[in-house]
């Protein structure tokens, strides 16, 4: 049965700190819904309330373009290992990018990843346990290195090029504050 608590306890966190992924949900009032799986180390859990998560380069930028039309958000952490469980953390986003002091705040707190392109925060205004009883074990592997190979080659400067490009327009050509 799912559990509502008002803040990420400290063993939720402690639950956090060993995934190895997360998915992230959002949506504009219109167009299309996102849900987008996130890896790397790129999660942290600033205090009971707040989380902010590293946003790469990929192929969208849908999660950026929902924030500004709709802030709510939905990140959905699942055991693959151990214990099941399920647990979701709503709350409300704002994007931090290269350009705002909110993103050099808390840019250190996370390993130096090439094409790192945006800093989400969230303020987490309810959390939900689920007892993820049909969630299939998986073992972790490794992680992918094509991502950050590929932003490695590209550098700097064509990484900017690249956002202006591919990542300025969700699929739903909603401006992404890019």
């Not at 999660?43 to 500004?68: K, M, Y």
């Not at 704002?94 to 945006?118: M, V, W």
């Not at 800093?119 to 490794?142: H, L, N, R, W």
């Not at 090029?161 to 739903?172: A, F, G, M, Q």
Request: proline share 2%; net charge negative.
């Amino acid at each position: 049965m799912a559990k509502i608590f008002d803040e990420i306890s400290t063993e939720l966190q402690e639950f956090i700190s060993n995934q190895k992924m997360f998915f992230v949900g959002t949506a504009a009032a219109e167009g299309r819904v996102n849900i987008s799986p996130k890896g790397m180390d790129t999660f942290r859990v600033i205090d009971h309330n707040t989380i902010v998560w590293l946003n790469l380069t990929g192929s969208g930028n849908e999660t950026a373009a929902h924030v500004l039309k709709n802030n709510r958000m939905t990140i959905m952490f699942c055991a693959f290992e151990g214990k099941p469980l399920i647990l979701r953390l709503y709350g409300t986003a704002k994007i931090h990018h290269q350009r705002d002091e909110a993103y050099h705040t808390y840019i250190d707190r996370f390993p130096k990843i090439a094409g790192a392109r945006q800093i989400v925060e969230v303020e987490v205004d309810m959390v939900q346990t689920s007892c993820g009883y049909a969630v299939p074990f998986m073992d972790f592997k490794e992680e992918r290195t094509v991502l950050k190979s590929w932003a490695e080659k590209q550098g700097e400067e064509r990484l900017k090029e690249y956002h202006k490009e591919r990542n300025s327009l969700s699929i739903d050509n909603f401006e992404t504050g890019i």
